[in-house]
T-cell receptor
Framework: GENVEQHPSTLSVQEGDSAVIKCTYSDSASNYFPWYKQELGKRPQLIIDIRSNVGEKKDQRIAVTLNKTAKHFSLHITETQPEDSAVYFCAASILPGYALNFGKGTSLLVTP | DTEVTQTPKHLVMGMTNKKSLKCEQHMGHRAMYWYKQKAKKPPELMFVYSYEKLSINESVPSRFSPECPNSSLLNLHLHALQPEDSALYLC?????????????FGEGSRLTVL
């Protein structure tokens, strides 16, 4: 099955700095790569996703890039704010709406 | 309505008890999932139902028994659990292969096994 590796496991940045989280996947059949944010005590929620026919996608301060040849994708958060502090999970699946295999998560702390 | 509702929010049970977790969605999603999440770990897939049929069982012990009575409801029956089964159990739903692809998660049922 799909194996998703995620780095780093923890990331601390100052408010206003950028944060980058990287993931690699093993199954070349994967075509859908979402990112979920989970605040303490809350449910995971989708923040952005990308499909294999696209190399980059941006939504305000967050962006995701995908290199299908190298089987890696990254989350970029610019102008970080304290409310960005959370655990971020990357995931991969064959198609949108199918079962997700999650990476181990990155705990992001944004300090004022 | 983009809600996935899970009950109960908290459950404490002994190792000999039988209990059930319930999940409901009214988004017309035909795929429903049970995930298990331990502290500081990612959600771990347990079961997937597609069109009310079990399509994936990730080698989950038989003390966990899923049930999908209809397209809106998903249950997880618990029996003879072990203390290591204590975790947050997340239900999710999606439009399998269609739409945005987003998995909508419930708030979870936090289970403690004594």
């Amino acid at each position: 099955g799909e194996n998703v590796e995620q780095h780093p496991s923890t990331l601390s940045v100052q408010e206003g700095d950028s944060a980058v989280i990287k993931c690699t996947y093993s199954d070349s059949a994967s075509n859908y790569f979402p990112w979920y944010k989970q605040e303490l005590g809350k449910r995971p929620q989708l923040i952005i996703d990308i499909r294999s026919n696209v190399g980059e996608k941006k939504d305000q301060r967050i962006a995701v890039t995908l290199n299908k040849t190298a089987k890696h994708f990254s989350l970029h958060i610019t102008e970080t704010q304290p409310e960005d502090s959370a655990v971020y999970f990357c995931a991969a699946s064959i198609l949108p709406g199918y079962a997700l295999n999650f990476g181990k998560g990155t705990s992001l702390l944004v300090t004022p | 309505d983009t809600e996935v509702t899970q009950t109960p929010k908290h459950l404490v049970m002994g190792m000999t008890n039988k209990k059930s977790l319930k999940c409901e969605q009214h988004m017309g999603h035909r795929a429903m999932y049970w995930y298990k999440q331990k502290a500081k770990k990612p959600p771990e897939l347990m079961f997937v139902y597609s069109y009310e049929k079990l399509s994936i069982n990730e080698s989950v012990p038989s003390r966990f028994s899923p049930e999908c009575p209809n397209s809106s409801l998903l249950n997880l029956h618990l029996h003879a659990l072990q203390p290591e089964d204590s975790a947050l159990y997340l239900c999710a739903s999606s439009q399998e292969g269609q739409g945005t692809g987003e998995l909508f998660f419930g708030e979870g049922s936090r289970l403690t096994v004594l």
